[in-house]
């Protein structure tokens, strides 16, 4: 069966970098686009962007331009997201999700990310 | 940027009401509109896809509409387990968008 398996719960402080994971199982990785989604406590779903994985190109929505890098493991079917120089405002739980066409029909469990001082 | 503009807020009905969420879109998006279903501590599960196709495994008393640029979705009969937040997603143009969230309640 298809699964998005993502990396455990982060703490981490202001300045910091995280990277974590979305390893993909019952499918063929590279047919399928990744895209990233976050949401932060008590909020709404926001889009990041996506990452075509035949490729490895990456597109990012304009408010996760900068410190916001996807990338691949292609050969372990894996797509990771890292944040670098992390601000109280990235916490939140980042969610992957594989994209049908657009249609993001699978997704992980989420990952919670936690900036604290 | 699309905007979606979700309404209402939030819901609260009895077992076996009719309830509808709308989804107006800011400009034309076709019928690529989903709807997710988020439980909580869960991830979104799809629910509705090209605005009015159910997902595999969805129970039919769920179903999407459109009328011009609305989306509905709409539970025929509200049952307990149907408690959640409730978001669409227009999938036509970068950057996707998602509505702001619908919370249903059960009275």
């Known amino acids: 069966q298809i699964q998005l398996v993502q990396s455990g719960p982060e703490l981490k402080k202001p300045g910091e970098s995280v990277k974590i994971s979305c390893k993909a199982s019952?499918?063929?990785?590279?047919?399928?686009?990744m895209h990233w989604v976050k949401q932060a406590p008590g909020k709404g779903l926001k889009w990041m962007g996506w990452?075509?994985?035949?490729?490895?190109?990456?597109t990012y929505a304009d408010d996760f331009k900068g410190r916001f890098v996807f990338s691949l493991e292609a050969s372990a079917s894996t797509a990771n997201l890292q944040i670098s120089n992390l601000k109280n405002e990235d916490t939140a739980t980042y969610f992957c999700?594989?994209?049908?066409?657009?249609?993001?029909?699978?997704w992980g469990q989420g990952v919670m990310v936690t900036v604290s001082s | 940027d699309i905007q979606m503009t979700q309404s209402p807020s939030s819901l609260s009905a009895s077992l076996g009401d009719r309830v509808t969420i709308t989804c107006r879109a800011s400009?034309?998006?076709?019928?690529?509109l989903s709807w997710f279903q988020q439980k909580p501590g869960k991830s979104p599960r799809l629910m509705i896809y090209?605005?009015?196709n159910l997902e595999d495994g969805v129970p039919s008393r769920f179903s999407g509409s459109r009328s011009g640029s609305d989306y509905s979705l709409t539970i025929s009969s509200l049952e307990s387990e149907d408690t959640a937040i409730y978001y669409c997603?227009?999938?036509?143009?970068?950057?996707?968008?998602f509505g702001s969230g619908t919370k249903l309640e059960i009275k």
């Open positions: 999700a594989r994209s049908s066409g657009v249609l993001l029909d699978y």
């Open positions: 019952g499918y063929t990785f590279t047919d399928y686009a």
């Open positions: 990452i075509n994985t035949y490729t490895g190109k990456p």
């Open positions: 400009q034309d998006i076709g019928n690529y």
């Open positions: 090209g605005a009015t």
């Open positions: 997603l227009q999938y036509d143009k970068y950057p996707l968008t």
